[in-house]
């Protein structure tokens, strides 16, 4: 079976600062990765995922995420936050593409 | 394009009262659907999912049910809500056998039992 733990339930940056959300996996096969990012009352929305090739992976808003095979982790990270980056956010894993198996989420707040 | 819908947006029950939630995608065929919940301040919890008609794979034993009556339609009831019950529940969609294919959520369901 899969797993997914995400370390910090609640990050604050400030506004310009780097943003890093971690997410260490379990799996006993190569999985399929995923970054969810959630705004207050709506669903989730991803952000970026990674497949198989280049274990840097781009995604949306200028989030970006590295697969480290030998640390069995997958953080997001961003350069810059804005403000608007305040949400909840959700790490997902999948082998099967049927059943996807998530994080509990990290909070992130941007103090301006 | 691929759409997801989820209605009603919001619902105030009284316990006891019964459920239905409904979910609905377009623009797919055959789709896997899928029944998460998420408690305030709480991960999400997978409910149910289904790999097609009239299949349903119950992920945590509790008064609710799922049915798919149509391939792309996907419903969670109760016959009688609790407290706990109350949550914000979500509805997702991803393709049949997808592997490196992601979720696609819906919009949620804002639930309160008083």
């Known amino acids: 079976a899969q797993s997914v733990t995400q370390l910090g339930s609640h990050v604050s940056v400030s506004e310009g600062a780097l943003v890093l959300l971690r997410c260490n996996y379990s799996?006993?096969?190569?999985?399929?990765l995923f970054w969810y990012v959630q705004y207050p009352n709506q669903g989730l929305q991803l952000l970026l995922k990674y497949t198989t090739g280049a274990t840097l992976v781009k995604g949306i808003n200028g989030f970006e995420a590295e697969f480290k095979k030998s640390e069995t982790s997958f953080h997001l990270t961003k350069p810059s936050a804005h403000m608007s980056d305040a949400a909840e956010y959700f790490c997902a894993v999948t082998v099967t593409g049927n059943q996807f198996y998530f994080g509990t989420g990290t909070s992130l707040t941007v103090i301006p | 394009s691929q759409t997801i819908h989820q209605w009603p947006a919001t619902l105030v029950q009284p316990v006891g009262s019964p459920l239905s939630l409904e979910c609905t995608v377009e623009g797919t065929s055959n789709p896997n659907l899928y029944w998460y919940r998420q408690a305030a301040g709480r991960g999400l919890q997978l409910l149910f999912y289904?790999?097609?008609?009239?299949?349903i794979s119950s992920e945590v034993p509790q008064n609710l049910s799922a049915s798919r009556p149509q391939d792309r339609q996907f419903i969670l009831s109760s016959k009688k809500l609790l407290l706990s019950d109350s949550g914000f529940y979500l509805c997702?969609?991803?393709?049949?056998?997808?592997?490196?294919?992601?979720?696609?959520f819906g919009p949620g369901t804002r639930l309160t039992v008083l």
């Open positions: 289904s790999v097609g008609i009239g299949q």
């Open positions: 799996s006993s096969v190569p999985p399929y």
């Open positions: 997702a969609w991803s393709v049949l056998g997808g592997g490196a294919n992601e979720q696609f």
